[in-house]
T-cell receptor, first 113, second 115 residues
Framework: GQQLNQSPQSMFIQEGEDVSMNCTSS?????WLWYKQEPGEGPVLLIA???AGELTSNGRLTAQFGITRKDSFLNISASIPSDVGIYFC?????????????WGAGTKLIIKP | DGGITQSPKYLFRKEGQNVTLSCEQN?????MYWYRQDPGQGLRLIYY???????QKGDIAEGYSVSREKKESFPLTVTSAQKNPTAFYLC??????????????FGEGSWLTVV
């Protein structure tokens, strides 16, 4: 099935650093969603974006819905150890009268001690 | 508590056996989904159901079956035809639509291991 282009695949960062990851597609989406998954758990919704150009924050997290509707980014400021996990983007669009959700492959965040 | 409950959390299957993973939601969501996740990989859609008594195949439906007899329940059976079933299985639900943006909510997952 189709998948969004999510990058980077993994990140090794120092505690306190800022983090940036993004998702791109050749298709237009109505909604962009960002999730975090910790080991052995289900993904948890972090931020949902509903309008092109929208910039939304959730604590130290900030995400933007690209103006072309084909991309989105997620930034984490001043990373802390509990930020470790896998971050997934997902794009939603209406196709053949059904809402379709397309997923990125994930960005694994690892914080160097 | 409102949410999505998956059970069991851990399940071991012998070769040739069918096993069923349970998923129950009390969020009054119309749509439910099953995803498979292999270690270090992303999510792949197995089956989804947008309404009771109706369901559609996802990207990797072969070797799996589902039913949707009640709005709150969407069990997944991993059949013996699934040759490599060891994975982490995630159930999810939502109310698709422009207002909700198709935001999807997940259960805590079930680990299936073939022994």
């Amino acid at each position: 099935g189709q998948q969004l282009n999510q990058s980077p695949q993994s990140m090794f960062i120092q505690e306190g650093e800022d983090v940036s990851m993004n998702c791109t597609s050749s298709s237009i989406f109505n909604t962009w969603l960002w999730y975090k998954q910790e080991p052995g758990e289900g993904p948890v919704l972090l931020i949902a974006l509903y309008k092109a150009g929208e910039l939304t924050s959730n604590g130290r997290l900030t995400a933007q819905f690209g103006i072309t509707r084909k991309d989105s980014f997620l930034n984490i400021s001043a990373s802390i150890p509990s930020d470790v996990g896998i971050y997934f983007c997902a794009g939603s669009r209406l196709m053949d009268s059904n809402y379709q959700l397309i997923w990125g492959a994930g960005t694994k965040l690892i914080i160097k001690p | 508590d409102g949410g999505i409950t998956q059970s069991p959390k851990y399940l071991f299957r012998k070769e040739g056996q069918n096993v069923t993973l349970s998923c129950e939601q009390n969020l009054n969501h119309d749509a439910m989904y099953w995803y498979r996740q292999d270690p270090g990989q992303g999510l792949r859609l197995i089956y989804y159901s947008q309404i009771v008594n109706d369901f559609q195949k996802g990207d990797i439906a072969e070797g799996y079956s589902v039913s949707r007899e009640k709005k709150e329940s969407f069990p997944l059976t991993v059949t013996s035809a699934q040759k490599n079933p060891t994975a982490f299985y995630l159930c999810a639900s939502n109310n698709p639509g422009l207002n909700s943006g198709n935001t999807i909510y997940f259960g805590e997952g079930s680990w299936l291991t073939v022994v």
